[in-house]
């Protein structure tokens, strides 16, 4: 949930300072008088550039009838064989310097024309072979000139164009030069022409893959929009004015390569600054996280603002150098250039490394290491300690009215509580009889004495002493069960559900260590009882491990390489996909689970120690953040004692049934 607030918030954010780089249309303008010019660059290359482009004209309103009839009165009946009062279609360009549009293109090619940092090199019609009225149009299709003055004109003409790597410094956004093409010598002889009565619009883009970049911008009136990319510059430029406002002194500059404004250097620059401002914090989260126990990370939390913040102002850093133009709105002289982006890019991966350092450390500071140690209680371990036990089925010491004496070497004489009688020491507990007064007796010799030697009391009221019983409250049914004080609760099991006395707490990850499996099945049995949702991976078959533990309603997924229709059946050789991919899904799906994980022999022999290690250590981490029980049994005979070492720290509680590891 958090995740989606934040990126909603992002795009929000994003949007509402890349609305005023979307492309406005046009201002309305009456159709009256109209002259639009249109031009485009499509330029490639690394700093010497060479492309071409595309200029037209668009006449509306009076201006289209002006033009018309000063086109006629200037060029009719100059081509033999055409209708007079008409405009033919040869009419417009029957060689390279006669006719209207041959005019034009002369012109504009004699005079050198260079705008937005290139120079034109040819003129020619996009269609060579066709009839010229295709490139020109609203001319030869009007019948009525002299009365048509409502009917556009659109000129298309193509050229070549390219640039030197020599930089160009203030160079004119617009050129006069496409005016004076459009209105030359000949048409404005007629006295058909009132160009300073029209109203022009002139209209720019460039497209240009270059290491070059566009600055020194100094507009006026017109509206420029340029988009920065890895591959170069796009660039849009509008303005509308009169014949006696021209924008002679809308200029601009070009580099063909400058270290601060090349767009590549700055997308690198602010690519290394996005990718600091977005792991410094996460990895100051990281060490503080890790500087809880495992069990307690969980109340690690992230200063969620401050991740919030740090990809925000990786959209603005993105923004901003893709469009450098966007506070037009506000200024057109507003331009972000490349020392914007260098500063800004660097000054917001310095602030947000040093404040997640800070923040981060001061949490570190404040954390209580107190207040994560487990109480210390009877019969409880500690988080991360191993716990020692003697193997199922050993003899296993009880508590004694005194002390049993440890075993003595032969060549010593044994010791013990001296006998009331023959006043020698009582070595066996079974011959050990104890009168109501504390005085002690061998049984052999109660039964010759009859009568205590101390208080007089008779001697048959004198009892056998047994081992000391407590009663001990099943964790999963609630019922009292008597049990020799001392016992391993692991291995005693509850006379009413079958299930072992030992209460194992949900939420940590378990090592068994023991050569018989059959302890961590009962503790996962356990925590079913106890309301978890069972999960099952084991190298047993799924029939035969539910007969063995009372486990019906768990999930049993069959840790083999075959396939079976009916089992559920998992490779043991696609752990970080097809294995890691389930527990997730299992654990995620629910809130109380436990899962045993029996096959870990297996799992090394089919892939290794280390990969098998990275395996326990992405899914311990997982339960522990999931709230999940894991319990992961092994034998001794698999695994070095330098592994086995290694692997015990990866676990909350180790329980270890063999000791030293031996039978």
């Keep these: 949930m958090r995740r989606s607030f934040a990126l909603l918030a992002a795009m929000v954010v994003a949007a509402m300072f890349c609305i005023p780089i979307i492309p406005q249309a046009a201002n309305g303008q009456s159709s009256e008088n109209l002259v639009i010019i249109k031009t485009d660059y499509q330029m490639l290359g690394l700093t010497e550039l060479?492309?071409?482009?595309?200029?037209?004209?668009?006449?509306?309103?009076?201006?289209?009838?002006?033009?018309?009839?000063?086109?006629?009165?200037?060029?009719?009946?100059?081509?033999?064989?055409?209708?007079?009062?008409?405009?033919?279609?040869?009419?417009?360009?029957?060689?390279?310097?006669?006719?209207?549009?041959?005019?034009?293109?002369?012109?504009?090619?004699?005079?050198?024309?260079?705008?937005?940092?290139?120079?034109?090199?040819?003129?020619?019609?996009?269609?060579?072979?066709?009839?010229?009225?295709?490139?020109?149009?609203?001319?030869?299709?009007?019948?009525?000139?002299?009365?048509?003055?409502?009917?556009p004109i659109r000129i298309f003409l193509y050229f070549n164009a390219g640039n030197s790597n020599v930089p160009y410094y203030y160079f004119p956004l617009m050129t006069r030069a496409f005016i004076d093409a459009l209105f030359h010598t000949d048409v404005m002889n007629t006295g058909e022409l009132h160009p300073e009565s029209y109203i022009y619009q002139y209209k720019h883009t460039d497209y240009r893959v270059s290491a070059g970049s566009f600055q020194d911008l100094n507009l006026d009136k017109g509206k420029i929009q340029i988009a920065r990319t890895p591959a170069g510059e796009i660039v849009s430029y509008t303005i509308t004015f009169h014949y006696n406002e021209m924008p002679i002194t809308e200029t601009g500059s070009f580099k063909p390569f400058d270290i601060l404004e090349n767009p590549q250097m700055q997308f690198a620059i602010v690519f290394i600054c996005a990718y600091v401002m977005s792991t410094m914090p996460t990895r100051m989260y990281a060490n503080y996280k890790f500087a809880y126990p495992r069990k307690f990370r969980h109340k690690a939390l992230k200063i969620t603002w401050l991740h919030i913040t740090s990809k925000v102002m990786i959209i603005l850093l993105l923004v901003f150098y893709f469009f450098p133009t966007l506070f037009g709105f506000i200024s057109p002289k507003i331009f972000l250039g490349g020392i914007v982006i260098w500063a800004l890019s660097i000054l917001f991966a310095v602030l947000f490394s040093v404040l997640a350092k800070v923040l981060y450390d001061k949490k570190l500071e404040?954390?209580?290491?107190?207040?994560?140690?487990?109480?210390?209680?009877?019969?409880?371990?500690?988080?991360?300690?191993?716990?020692?036990?003697?193997?199922?089925?050993?003899?296993?010491?009880?508590?004694?009215?005194?002390?049993?004496?440890?075993?003595?070497?032969?060549?010593?004489?044994?010791?013990?509580?001296?006998?009331?009688?023959?006043?020698?020491?009582?070595?066996?507990?079974?011959?050990?009889?104890?009168?109501?007064?504390?005085?002690?007796?061998?049984?052999?010799?109660?039964?010759?004495?009859?009568?205590?030697?101390?208080?007089?009391?008779?001697?048959?009221?004198?009892?056998p002493t047994g081992p000391a019983m407590v009663d001990v409250k099943c964790p999963s049914c609630g019922k009292m069960n008597s049990v020799e004080e001392g016992l391993d609760l692991l291995l005693v099991k509850?006379?009413?559900?079958?299930?072992?006395?030992?209460?194992?707490?949900?939420?940590?990850?378990?090592?068994?260590?023991?050569?018989?499996?059959?302890?961590?099945?009962?503790?996962?049995?356990?925590?079913?009882?106890?309301?978890?949702?069972?999960?099952?991976?084991?190298?047993?078959?799924?029939?035969?491990?539910?007969?063995?533990?009372?486990?019906?309603?768990?999930?049993?997924?069959?840790?083999?390489?075959?396939?079976?229709?009916?089992?559920?059946?998992?490779?043991?050789?696609?752990?970080?996909?097809?294995?890691m991919r389930m527990y997730a899904a299992f654990v995620k799906s629910n809130p109380k689970s436990a899962i045993i994980l029996d096959g870990f022999e297996y799992l090394v022999v089919e892939n290794g120690f280390d990969k098998v290690f990275k395996f326990i250590k992405k899914i311990n981490d997982l339960s522990s953040v999931n709230n999940a029980t894991l319990i992961v049994p092994i034998g001794t005979s698999s695994l070095e004692p330098d592994q086995l070492g290694t692997l015990k720290k990866e676990f909350d509680k180790v329980i270890d049934m063999v000791g030293n590891g031996n039978e």
């Excluded at 018309?68 to 009419?91: C, H, N």
């Excluded at 001296?418 to 109501?436: F, G, H």
């Excluded at 049984?443 to 009892?463: D, F, P, R």
């Excluded at 356990?526 to 999960?535: F, Q």
């Design 50 to 151: 060479h492309g071409g482009g595309h200029l037209t004209y668009e006449l509306r309103g009076q201006a289209a009838g002006d033009l018309r009839r000063a086109v006629l009165a200037a060029y009719d009946g100059m081509y033999a064989g055409t209708t007079l009062g008409t405009i033919d279609s040869r009419e417009l360009r029957f060689d390279a310097q006669s006719g209207y549009i041959g005019r034009m293109e002369n012109y504009l090619e004699s005079n050198g024309i260079e705008f937005f940092a290139g120079y034109t090199i040819s003129f020619a019609p996009l269609h060579r072979l066709e009839d010229i009225s295709v490139d020109a149009t609203g001319f030869t299709t009007v019948t009525d000139i002299a009365t048509d003055n409502y009917t």
């Design 366 to 463: 404040d954390v209580n290491k107190e207040q994560f140690a487990t109480p210390e209680r009877k019969a409880v371990r500690r988080p991360a300690e191993t716990v020692t036990r003697a193997p199922a089925g050993a003899n296993v010491v009880v508590q004694q009215p005194y002390p049993r004496p440890a075993p003595q070497p032969t060549s010593e004489k044994p010791s013990g509580p001296p006998c009331a009688v023959c006043k020698k020491p009582i070595t066996d507990y079974v011959d050990l009889l104890k009168c109501k007064c504390g005085q002690l007796y061998h049984e052999e010799c109660a039964e010759v004495a009859k009568h205590c030697t101390k208080c007089g009391n008779a001697l048959v009221e004198i009892v």
């Design 494 to 579: 509850c006379s009413s559900c079958n299930v072992i006395l030992e209460k194992v707490d949900d939420g940590y990850n378990y090592l068994i260590v023991d050569n018989d499996h059959a302890t961590a099945f009962q503790m996962f049995v356990s925590l079913l009882k106890n309301g978890s949702t069972g999960l099952s991976i084991s190298t047993t078959f799924p029939d035969k491990l539910r007969k063995e533990h009372d486990m019906q309603k768990a999930e049993v997924i069959w840790l083999t390489d075959t396939s079976v229709a009916d089992k559920k059946t998992i490779n043991p050789h696609r752990l970080e996909f097809e294995m």
